[in-house]
C-alpha cells in the first residue's frame, strides 16, 4: 500500500508543476491566467507568450505524463517501499498518469487551478501505447490544420484514441493465429490491453466535459482560432 500511495503522490506532484503560469512570471512577469483565455495551458501560452514558449510549455507538460506513467512507476518497481502493487501494470501506469493528470489540473502550487489535462494525458499515452498515440496526433494535426481550432482538434483526438485502441485490438485478434515477425506484431499489437479501451472512453468523456466551454463558443461562432502566419 505504502508503495501505491507513493507513486500517486510522486505522479501527482509532477503533474503538478505550473508549466505555463512559471513560463508566465519568467517571460513576461504575469499570471497567465489572467489573460487570453484564462486558463495555465500550453494553448494559452501560444497566444500569450508566443510560439517558442507554447511549444516549450506543451512539450514539458507532456513530460509529465510520460514520466509519471513510466519512469515513475519502472523506479517504485526496482524500488518499493515494501510490497509492489498486485494489479495489472498497465492499469498501475494508467492510474499514475491520470495522478499526474489531476495535478496538472489541480495543481498544489497554484491555488488548485492549472489547465485542461490535455497534454499531460496525451504524454501519459504515449508512454503506455505509443503507437496507437502516434495515429492519436495525426489525428489531432489534422483537424487543427483544417478547422484551426485547437478545442477541436483535442475533442477529436480524445475520442479517436479508444476507437483506434478497439479498433487494433479487433484486427490484432483476427490475426492472432497468425505469425508475425518482430515488427509487424509491434506493428500490429503494442499495448492493446483492455484497461486502455475502458480508460480510453473515460478520457474521451472528460475531455469533452472539460471543453463544454469551448464547445459553447464553437456553436456560437466565438471560439479562438489559431494563427499562421499573423494570419487568423
Given at each position: 500500500?505504502?508503495?501505491?500511495?507513493?507513486?500517486?503522490?510522486?505522479?501527482?506532484?509532477?503533474?503538478?508543476?505550473?508549466?505555463?503560469?512559471?513560463?508566465?512570471?519568467?517571460?513576461?512577469?504575469?499570471?497567465?491566467?489572467?489573460?487570453?483565455?484564462?486558463?495555465?495551458?500550453?494553448?494559452?501560452?501560444?497566444?500569450?507568450?508566443?510560439?517558442?514558449?507554447?511549444?516549450?510549455?506543451?512539450?514539458?507538460?507532456?513530460?509529465?505524463?510520460?514520466?509519471?506513467?513510466?519512469?515513475?512507476?519502472?523506479?517504485?518497481?526496482?524500488?518499493?517501499?515494501?510490497?509492489?502493487?498486485?494489479?495489472?501494470?498497465?492499469?498501475l501506469s494508467l492510474i499514475a498518469g491520470m495522478s499526474a493528470v489531476i495535478g496538472?489540473?489541480?495543481t498544489v502550487f497554484a491555488g488548485f487551478k492549472g489547465g485542461k489535462g490535455v497534454?499531460?494525458?496525451?504524454?501519459?499515452?504515449?508512454?503506455?501505447?505509443?503507437?496507437?498515440?502516434?495515429?492519436?496526433?495525426?489525428?489531432?494535426?489534422?483537424?487543427?490544420?483544417?478547422?484551426?481550432?485547437?478545442?477541436?482538434?483535442?475533442?477529436?483526438?480524445?475520442?479517436?484514441?479508444?476507437?483506434?485502441?478497439?479498433?487494433?485490438?479487433?484486427?490484432?485478434?483476427?490475426?492472432a493465429g497468425l505469425d508475425y515477425h518482430f515488427f509487424g506484431k509491434w506493428l500490429?499489437?503494442?499495448?492493446?490491453?483492455?484497461?486502455?479501451?475502458?480508460?480510453?472512453?473515460?478520457?474521451?468523456?472528460?475531455?469533452?466535459?472539460?471543453?463544454?466551454?469551448?464547445?459553447?463558443?464553437?456553436?456560437?461562432?466565438?471560439?479562438?482560432?489559431?494563427?499562421?502566419?499573423?494570419?487568423?
Open positions: 500500500m505504502l508503495t501505491f500511495l507513493a507513486i500517486i503522490v510522486v505522479a501527482y506532484l509532477i503533474g503538478s508543476i505550473p508549466t505555463s503560469i512559471i513560463a508566465g512570471r519568467m517571460l513576461k512577469g504575469i499570471d497567465i491566467r489572467e489573460f487570453g483565455s484564462g486558463n495555465a495551458g500550453g494553448t494559452n501560452a501560444f497566444r500569450v507568450l508566443g510560439w517558442k514558449a507554447g511549444l516549450a510549455v506543451t512539450l514539458i507538460d507532456i513530460a509529465k505524463g510520460t514520466v509519471a506513467a513510466v519512469p515513475v512507476v519502472a523506479f517504485f518497481k526496482a524500488h518499493p517501499l515494501g510490497a509492489f502493487p498486485d494489479m495489472n501494470e498497465i492499469a496538472h489540473v489541480f497534454s499531460t494525458a496525451a504524454g501519459m499515452l504515449i508512454g503506455i501505447a505509443p503507437l496507437s498515440m502516434l495515429m492519436v496526433i495525426g489525428v489531432f494535426i489534422l483537424a487543427i490544420t483544417i478547422t484551426r481550432y485547437v478545442s477541436v482538434g483535442s475533442i477529436l483526438a480524445a475520442i479517436a484514441f479508444p476507437l483506434i485502441i478497439a479498433i487494433r485490438k479487433y484486427i490484432f485478434d483476427l490475426g500490429v499489437h503494442d499495448s492493446l490491453d483492455y484497461h486502455l479501451l475502458i480508460f480510453g472512453g473515460i478520457v474521451a468523456a472528460a475531455i469533452i466535459f472539460t471543453h463544454r466551454a469551448n464547445i459553447k463558443r464553437l456553436f456560437s461562432g466565438t471560439e479562438n482560432r489559431l494563427t499562421f502566419g499573423g494570419r487568423s
